[in-house]
């Protein structure tokens, strides 16, 4: 795939000869956010004439920083990044295509708990997935909501990775919060016990979408709503195929991966309700994550859902896809 190059006016309308180009930044590569991957290998933007290029952010601000300087027209992340951004009085970046409409997080026993609760975790360490800040968020709220002071938790929230379940393996922790394929691969090898989907545990909750600039919103109608078009066609399409298709598709992006392995991982997902199912971001997801984020302390104030979110693209895409 050629890559865009970048005008120096980065909000600049771009001019494009044949198809349109574009790059997208994600946080990190993973399988939470197979439905961009379905719209790049199943063919869904090359349908709507882009050609799309999907490069992986050096930090965790790259998201909200490859917009704001230009490197990308469009960046997958949590509605966190733009409230954070917001809360320090930066820019508004809008969210205009939800992806992900449940935590994608799993917390994992280190010894068999067949009659978990909650309570369980109070005295205990629970190594933090340490990537983002919304999973540990999402957690103390989970527990309040089950009466349990997340004082009485020791977090380890600074290792990653291979670090994390090393951790976790060598006996350092007692329970640990991780995604796919992580969480089925230590499942599968009898290595930990799954105890708890963080999805199901928070609910329903925009968790990840695409954000912008508004000039980029206002100036390039056509190239957002063929973005947005082409991701609620691969939404469609997830919607009435299993796992293990939807594994097929996006395998091009995860080569290390095997397959088996990557089906049940994404299976898992498909039948929690993880991925949306159209690109709309409601209102009610919105307050209820501005609360999530608000008594963990993440941000101070709230923000409106109007400054923070755009609906027109999306709405207007759903209701005329044939």
Not at 19 to 34: D, G, K, N
Request: glycine share 8%; aromatic share 10%.
């Amino acid at each position: 795939m050629r890559n865009l190059k970048v005008a120096e006016d980065a909000d600049a309308p771009l001019l494009y000869s044949g198809a349109m180009r574009l790059t997208v930044m994600e946080p990190f590569r993973s399988i939470f956010y197979a439905p961009q991957f379905v719209a790049l290998h199943g063919g869904h933007f090359a349908a709507e004439g882009l050609e799309v290029t999907v490069r992986t952010s050096a930090g965790p601000t790259g998201t909200t920083r490859a917009l704001i300087e230009g490197a990308a027209q469009f960046s997958l992340g949590g509605i966190m990044r733009s409230l954070d951004l917001a809360d320090r009085g930066g820019r508004f970046l809008p969210h205009f295509a939800e992806v992900n409409s449940r935590n994608g997080f799993f917390l994992l026993a280190r010894e068999p708990r067949p009659g978990f609760t909650w309570a369980d975790l109070a005295g205990r360490t629970v190594i933090s997935f340490a990537g983002a800040p919304t999973p540990w968020q999402c957690m103390l709220t989970v527990l309040r909501r089950h009466g349990v002071d997340p004082a009485r938790v020791t977090f380890v929230r600074n290792l990653h990775g291979d670090d994390a379940v090393k951790a976790l393996c060598e006996g350092r922790g007692d329970f640990l919060e991780t995604g796919q394929p992580t969480a089925e691969a230590l499942i599968d090898a009898g290595a930990a016990h799954l105890v708890a989907s963080m999805g199901e545990a928070t609910g329903p909750v925009p968790f990840s979408s695409y954000m912008t600039t508004w000039d980029r919103l206002r100036r390039e109608p056509e190239l957002c709503e063929r973005f947005t078009r082409a991701v609620y066609r691969a939404q469609r399409w997830m919607a009435a195929h299993d796992g293990k298709a939807i594994s097929e598709v996006i395998a091009p992006s995860f080569p290390e991966i095997p397959a088996d392995l990557r089906a049940r991982a994404v299976e898992r997902y498909r039948r929690q309700g993880t991925w949306a199912a159209d690109p709309i971001c409601r209102q009610p997801g919105y307050e209820y994550l501005v609360d999530i984020l608000l008594s963990g302390g993440f941000i101070r104030r709230r923000h409106r859902y109007a400054d923070l979110v755009d609906t027109e693209i999306a709405s207007r895409v759903v209701a005329t896809t044939a």
